[in-house]
């Protein structure tokens, strides 16, 4: 089992309101470049869509709920076919994207004894707590070229170090995806 992070990121390192959704001043960074950066499967999921386990924050699973289930494009049918668990203390009804479900009990538990891949698009407080038990073995990042100078970063300032390898970059349009893996401890 390996626990994979997706996210969009700005140069400056800022993950907070790439789509806009948010309504903060900044927000809808990422999709100000153009379709070709954010269409399809720009994280070269794949096969660990269609095997693992996404999980999401409330937050997220909720915005992605009300777009994934209405879109009929291949990947889409790849997201909307995938396990989901959600951390939500609040949360009760999943019914809105099919194959969810509330993790019952502790989120680093949950991710503990799983024994898919987990993949975390978004959802930076579970992201957190995973860096926090030191449980992330990938980063895919999606950087584009656009400095905000404010908003939540992936990785906040008083963090542990972390030394990682470069396994990926790839051009996809106007942003750069890259992998970043765990170096041999």
């Known amino acids: 089992m390996s626990v994979i992070v997706i996210q969009f990121i700005t140069l400056d390192g800022i993950v907070s309101d790439p789509d806009g959704t948010a309504g903060t001043a900044t ?5 100000r470049h153009g379709p070709e950066a954010v269409a399809g499967d720009k994280f070269q ?8 386990v996404m999980l999401l924050g409330r937050a997220t699973w909720q915005l992605f709920s009300q777009i994934w289930p209405g879109r009929d494009d291949p990947f889409a049918a790849r997201m909307n076919a995938a396990s989901k668990l959600v951390a939500s203390r609040t949360l009760t009804d999943t019914s809105a994207w099919a194959n969810s ?20 698009p978004g ?11 030191d449980l992330i073995g990938e980063y895919r990042l999606l950087t584009f070229p656009t400095i905000l100078g ?31 893996g765990r170096t041999a401890r």
């Open 45 to 52: 999921l794949g096969r660990t869509l269609d095997n693992g």
């Open 101 to 120: 479900e509330v993790i019952d009990g502790d989120l680093v538990d949950a991710v503990k004894r799983e024994d898919r891949d987990v993949i975390v």
């Open 27 to 31: 927000g809808g960074w990422a999709f």
């Open 150 to 180: 404010t908003g939540d970063r992936l990785f906040p300032d008083g963090r542990p170090p972390a030394y990682l390898e470069c396994l990926t970059v790839e051009q996809a349009g106007s942003a750069v995806l890259t992998a970043y």
């Open 123 to 133: 959802s930076l407080s579970v992201v957190r707590a995973l860096m926090a038990e």
